[in-house]
């Protein structure tokens, strides 16, 4: 059964059609990905899901319920919370600072904790900088930040908006099988990511984006093997 469900998603900035009708969702346990080129589309999809920007047509389903023009406070408390292209963490908040305020719907203090503790399992290195700035970390760690930060809600779904850009490959490693052990613990992943190579490695569906539309969808083996997405995406190997 499908938590995450769009039907004939537009969305416009002015004039300009940045997502064409596009349809796609998130089953159960799964990690899916939205490869695409720059100017795609991605990033809009992103921000239209986590409330940020309104849609000018369609629907959007979250656990069965019609959330398609909830704010993003609301679709955080819904399930679903966005770790953002970029990071946007609080550069002069510390490392707790700023993933207390990824938890800031949540009112039970016990549960917070519990939290705290899952991302520091997760992320031992932001621990061990707990007190630090957010803004003196290294790329890689501010990263981990603004995934740790979204994980604080507890939600169910967690969308990752480009979380590998301008990171070191090993970096980029050590993330992704991160993403992968989040998924075993029973979160939900919607991925948006320029290397699509990785992307699909750990995704269990995937779909191609294209101007705004969905031009082709399958598991992520079946898109790592097309050849129109090894020539486009994968370097052609």
Sequence with gaps: ?????????????GAVKAVRGISFSVDQGEIVTIIGANGAGKSTIMNTLAGL?????????????????????AMVAGGAALSPEGRQIFPRLTVRENLALGAYLQK??????????????????????????????SGGEQQMLAVARALMCDPRLLMLDEPSLGLAPIMVQELF????????????????EQNARMALQISDRGYVLETGRIVLSGTGRELRENRKVRDAYLGGL
């Design 1 to 13: 059964m499908a938590f995450l469900e769009v039907r004939d998603l537009h969305v416009r900035y």
């Design 53 to 73: 920007l309104k849609p000018a047509a369609g629907t959007i389903l979250l656990d069965g319920k019609d959330v398609t023009n909830l704010q993003a406070h």
């Design 108 to 137: 039970d203090k016990g549960r917070v904790e519990e939290n705290y503790e899952r991302v520091f399992s997760l992320f031992p290195r932001l621990k061990e900088r707990i007190g630090q700035m957010g803004g003196t970390l």
């Design 177 to 192: 099988a991160l993403f992968a052990r989040i998924q075993e613990a029973g979160t939900m992943i919607l991925l948006v």
